[in-house]
């Protein structure tokens, strides 16, 4: 089956830890995606990624730093200098260009800074 | 960043009900695409709109591209319990997305449905 998984669904951190969160697809999908979800709110973007070894910032990268080595995985780390870390972290991906731009999401990882 | 106006923010309807809800904007977009979410999931891809004036079915869901490019609709028929959860619109291409592929998202609309 393809799709995009997430790992883990539920993680809990002190305050002042990094931490890091898993996200695989395999579409074969060349961009991948990280958004945060904060209740009763829309999703906003933290950074993406249209090709391996490249990415940008979107509108709420501070505090966030990611990295694609590989076409399939995109993590995402949460610094300790990210104010407002607890959340629920969604990842997703497309395909790049053919006019094509729906998104698939992965399950999310719910997380909790204490 | 930019978002979409999207309303209501809320519904509570019985069961077999029709449900309406759309989203606006002050700027144009090229893509149109409804997601809906349940609770503690990912949203799942619904309808995907390209072209003004479009309409697009999937089910018991209909879609429409608003023909200015600035605004979207959702229509939900003889709702069933299983239509609860939060439905999301989201944009793509307009002018200050500078073409790109990454999406504008609306705050969603919580639909609960009572049997």
């Known amino acids: 089956d393809g799709g995009i998984t997430q790992s883990p669904k539920y993680l809990f951190r002190k305050e002042g830890q990094n931490v890091t969160l898993s996200c695989e697809q395999n579409?074969?999908?060349?961009?991948m995606y990280w958004y945060r979800q904060d209740p009763g709110q829309g999703l906003r973007l933290i950074y993406y990624?249209?090709?391996?070894?490249?990415?940008q910032k979107g509108d709420i990268a501070e505090g966030y730093s990611v990295s694609r080595e590989k076409k399939e995985s995109f993590p995402l780390t949460v610094t300790s200098a990210q104010k407002n870390p607890t959340a629920f972290y969604l990842c997703?991906?497309?395909?790049?260009?053919?006019?094509?731009?729906?998104?698939?999401f992965g399950p999310g990882t719910r997380l909790t800074v204490t | 960043g930019q978002q979409l106006n999207q309303s209501p923010q809320s519904m509570f309807i019985q069961e077999g009900e029709d449900v309406s809800m759309n989203c606006t904007s002050s700027s144009i977009f090229n893509t149109w695409l409804w997601y809906k979410q349940d609770p503690g999931e990912g949203p799942v891809l619904l309808i995907a709109?390209?072209?003004?004036?479009e309409l697009t079915s999937n089910g018991r869901l209909t879609a429409q591209f608003g023909i200015t490019r600035k605004d979207s609709f959702l229509n939900i028929s003889a709702s069933i319990p299983s239509d609860v959860g939060i439905y999301f619109c989201?944009?793509?291409?307009?002018?200050?997305?500078?073409?790109?592929?990454?999406?504008?998202f609306g705050k969603g609309t919580k639909l609960t449905v009572n049997p």
């Open positions: 989201a944009g793509q291409g307009g002018l200050t997305q500078g073409g790109s592929e990454k999406l504008v």
């Open positions: 579409l074969n999908h060349d961009a």
């Open positions: 709109l390209y072209k003004a004036g």
């Open positions: 997703a991906s497309s395909i790049v260009g053919g006019g094509a731009y729906e998104q698939y």
């Open positions: 990624s249209q090709i391996v070894n490249d990415f």
